[in-house]
């Protein structure tokens, strides 16, 4: 069983900057792809971030792309996404999630069998 761990999430205005992290268990983090996702209000959750295990190959959807940064410390079993000039329609409740080692898209939330409770960003206007 793994367990994730979101934290990080607030309130920003537009131009800001927030720095999730998410704190995973389990001995073979280092092994872990992890991804971010979030889901607005009334709208179907969406990919944003995914780095992949040892090698740490990163992955981004085209509207968070230069903007948002994913990383892991594997000493801390933590992985971040660095947000950086947020904007109003970022606001939503962000998720990290552990992919499934059968599974090969790294976009799609059916990739991956756990997740976290998710937290928060609201970015003001």
């Known amino acids: 069983q793994v367990q994730l761990v979101e934290s990080g999430g607030g309130l920003v205005q537009a131009g800001g900057s927030l720095r999730l992290s998410c704190l995973a268990s389990?001995?073979?983090?280092?092994?872990?792809?992890v991804g971010w996702f979030r889901q607005a209000p009334g709208k179907e959750r969406e990919f944003v971030a995914a780095?992949?295990?040892?090698?740490?190959?990163?992955y981004y959807a085209d509207s968070v792309k230069g903007r948002f940064t994913i990383s892991r410390d594997n000493a801390k079993n933590t992985i971040y996404l660095q947000m950086n000039s947020l904007k109003p329609e970022d606001t939503a409740v962000y998720y990290c999630a552990k992919k499934s080692t059968s599974r090969i898209d790294y976009t799609l939330d059916s990739s991956y069998d756990y997740w976290g409770q998710g937290t928060q960003v609201t970015v003001s206007s």
């Open positions: 389990g001995r073979a983090f280092s092994t872990y792809r």
């Open positions: 780095i992949s295990g040892s090698v740490g190959t990163t």
